[in-house]
């Protein structure tokens, strides 16, 4: 993958998917961090669905942390992996109250500690609160990265180190949710439909092919 298919790809992206992503609803940093956790495995329309009502019944940290869990999965009940999530928010916040005086750390290290925060759950909260550069590999940023040829590393970290190398560091906040897009219409898991994909001239998916008659490429199971 060259320089020039980089950026050429990158550029194809901002143009298709934009370069900006409309952030959650939130007032507090603590808020951001609940909804992004409340996102993993969930779309965001669920999430942005959810929020209103959740921020109503709990408009502070201390009324998270008071409410019964039941409580909490009910009003999260519309999103998946509801009940792990409202038990992680109840922990999360309770830990931030307790050790960090209500305030949300600001490096990866220290928030991977709070319960149900991963690495790209930290990320992705740096990145939405302070615009701090970093990249966010889920399973379409992993699948489809690896496609492309920007990597070839078997799991997120180092999928996640390679594309720091590869995408210039003011790309690293947008690809994320550029490849979740592009992922989920187009380079699916189940089913890559490369005759409709923007990205084809430039893709080395090594399963990819090319109908003579067409000249279009045709979708390949992965």
């Known amino acids: 993958m060259t320089k020039e298919k980089t950026r050429r790809i990158l550029d194809t992206l901002d143009k298709e998917y934009g370069i900006t992503k409309e952030g959650f ?22 999430v942005d669905e ?49 050790e960090h005086d209500k305030k949300v750390p600001t490096t990866i290290e220290k928030l991977v500690e709070l319960p149900g925060v991963g690495r790209k759950t930290a990320t992705l909260f740096l990145a939405d609160a302070y615009g701090i550069p970093g990249v966010t ?15 070839v590393g078997n799991n997120p970290v180092q999928v996640e180190k390679e594309l720091m190398k590869a995408l210039p560091k003011e790309h690293w906040n947008r690809i994320n949710f ?3 897009y592009h992922g989920r219409s187009v380079c699916t898991a189940r089913k890559a439909r490369c005759e ?11 399963q990819k092919t090319v109908c003579p008659a067409s000249k279009a490429y045709s979708p390949i199971h992965d």
């Open 25 to 46: 609803a939130h007032t507090a940093d603590w808020q951001l961090l609940t909804a992004i956790m409340l996102s993993a495995q969930s779309t965001d329309k669920q």
């Open 50 to 98: 959810a929020l209103p009502g959740l921020w109503k019944r709990f408009p502070d940290m201390e009324s998270i942390i008071q409410a019964p869990i039941i409580e909490i999965e009910d009003a999260i009940k519309s999103i998946g992996l509801y009940k792990v999530k409202a038990k992680n928010i109840k922990k999360c916040c309770e830990k931030l109250l307790t």
């Open 137 to 151: 590999v889920d399973t379409h940023v992993f699948r489809i990265s690896r496609r492309i040829g920007w990597a």
């Open 178 to 180: 550029q490849l979740i």
């Open 196 to 206: 409709d994909c923007v990205l084809r001239k430039w893709c080395e998916f090594p």
